[in-house]
């Protein structure tokens, strides 16, 4: 390993594939057995948990201890290298083809960034998986690093807070320490996450959106599908979430702050454990995102993890998928050791209204209830009136935020493209174009010269910062 990747690693943080430990002692063989359980990845000694060098010196008693360590494991782990680099240690693990591993002190596994022990119906579970290759896990060779968006990439380090400094050269290190490229080929996790054009490689990799008037499907007045990347899909379903359901505004300590009928951060979570979840190898299938006037209903394919059941959902945690959901982690998008199901419950609970539903069959169904005091629709006369009138007030205002966004961007730098603009807002290139559009009618924003080749210009009383 060279001393850039050792600043990448350091700079991603804790993840699946990578634990940081200040300094050696023999317990890493837990650390080492749960990444050979998992996807393999590195123990990183003379770091501490917050990603601060302390520094560790590699004797070759040191190294003699980690490989008897390695070789007492049960079966017997290799350590394809242990290395000094500048004043931290490296110590690789490489995923196991005999799992699950077990060292003295039991089976341990790698939850998020966590090393975790493991209970008897957790070992039984990787002994019927071992065999198995997952969808996300499936090379793709007929992809290439040409069909990767920087762009998305640099979301996702930004989403990370990672300051990394992406460019062509150092993207295959960057993807490979990610678990997303091996042998110079893109794995599914990899595409879903950072293709150009995720909807030409996994085409059902979708949230399909819908608002309807009532408590059933007959009258639908709003639908949205997007196929994107998934971090796209989870900003597309909190806006659709913001647009649909009501809001009401309180004043504390002379701040306003909107407060909407069903905590977003609950919903949040709940899409976070659909893209996460869902079972990618279901052909055909979209996660459905539904709004009525008494409810909300998140579905999506795949019923829970093999290893979860009635008695331990919500208490236990199962990744369906181990990549995402570090990529997922990384973004700080998931809780740790499942707590996912207890914070929606909670938010719920504080908020006062009836607990959420959680059911499985073949698809993952959560049914979130809404408070039927907020309807606008049981809201009459003059009071309805005012209720709309507020409401859509504040969705101005949510717009008008994201313009100055977008003019404080662009004051910075006048060449960003739309697509640009959309990774940095989060937001979708269609509303990318409907804000600069609306920019250029109120004579805030003009265009100088061709889409290609062109730039942006402030105008007015902006243009001074």
């Not at 979301?155 to 960057?174: D, H, I, M, Q, R």
């Not at 997303?180 to 959106?209: L, Q, R, S």
């Not at 005091?373 to 009138?389: N, P, Q, T, W």
Request: proline share 3%; glycine share 8%.
């Amino acid at each position: 390993m060279q001393s850039d990747k050792l600043k990448l690693l350091i700079a991603e943080g804790e993840g699946l594939t990578v634990e940081f430990k200040e300094k050696y002692t023999p317990k890493i063989d837990r650390d080492i057995v749960a990444l050979a359980n998992a996807r393999g990845g590195f123990v990183v000694l003379g770091v501490n948990d917050e990603g601060k060098i302390v520094g560790e010196t590699l004797t070759n008693q040191m190294k003699a201890e980690i490989l008897s360590l390695a070789r007492n494991c049960d079966p017997h782990i290799a350590i394809p290298r242990i290395s000094q680099i500048e004043n931290v240690v490296i110590i690789e693990v490489s995923e196991g083809d005999a799992k699950p591993y077990s060292c003295s002190s039991g089976y341990f596994r790698r939850l998020d960034a966590v090393t975790q022990k493991m209970t008897q119906q957790e070992v039984r579970l990787i002994f019927r998986q071992s065999a198995d290759v997952f969808f996300e896990d499936l090379p793709r060779d007929d992809f290439t690093l040409g069909d990767i968006s920087l762009q998305k990439v640099r979301a996702f380090l930004k989403e990370a807070g990672t300051s990394y400094k992406l460019n062509k050269t150092n993207l295959p290190s960057l993807l490979a320490s990610l678990g997303i490229y091996k042998n110079e080929t893109i794995n599914n996790a990899g595409v879903m996450i950072f293709a150009a054009d995720v909807k030409k490689w996994v085409p059902y990799c979708e949230i399909i959106f819908g608002a309807f008037k009532g408590t059933d499907k007959m009258h639908i007045y709003d639908r949205k599908d997007v196929r994107d990347d998934l971090l796209i899909q989870l900003n597309e379903a909190i806006e659709f979430f913001k647009k649909h359901l009501n809001i009401r505004s309180e004043i504390r300590e002379f701040n306003r702050r909107d407060i909407y009928e069903i905590p977003l951060d609950a919903l949040r979570e709940a899409l976070v454990n659909a893209l996460v979840h869902r079972d990618y190898s279901m052909r055909g299938t979209s996660i459905y995102v539904n709004v009525f006037d008494d409810r909300v209903e998140i579905t999506n394919p795949g019923g829970l993890p093999a290893g979860i059941t009635r008695d331990n959902f919500g208490k236990e945690s199962v990744r369906r998928n181990q990549i995402i959901a570090d990529l997922f982690h990384r973004m700080g998008k998931v809780e740790r050791m499942g707590t996912g199901i207890k914070r929606m419950c909670d938010l719920i609970r504080d908020a006062g209204l009836k607990q959420p539903d959680f059911t499985s069959d073949t698809f993952f169904h959560a049914v979130f209830y809404r408070d039927p005091k907020y309807a606008l629709k049981k809201v009459s006369g003059m009071a309805g009136e005012i209720s709309r009138e507020t409401i859509r007030k504040t969705r101005e205002k949510t717009r008008e935020k994201t313009r100055e966004k977008i003019l404080s961007l662009l004051r910075k730098e006048p060449n960003l493209t739309i697509a640009e603009l959309a990774a940095n807002t989060g937001i979708t290139n269609k509303g990318i174009e409907w804000q600069l559009n609306r920019l250029c009618k109120e004579v805030r924003l003009r265009r100088i010269g061709p889409d290609k080749g062109g730039h942006w210009e402030i105008v007015g009383k902006n243009n001074g910062g």
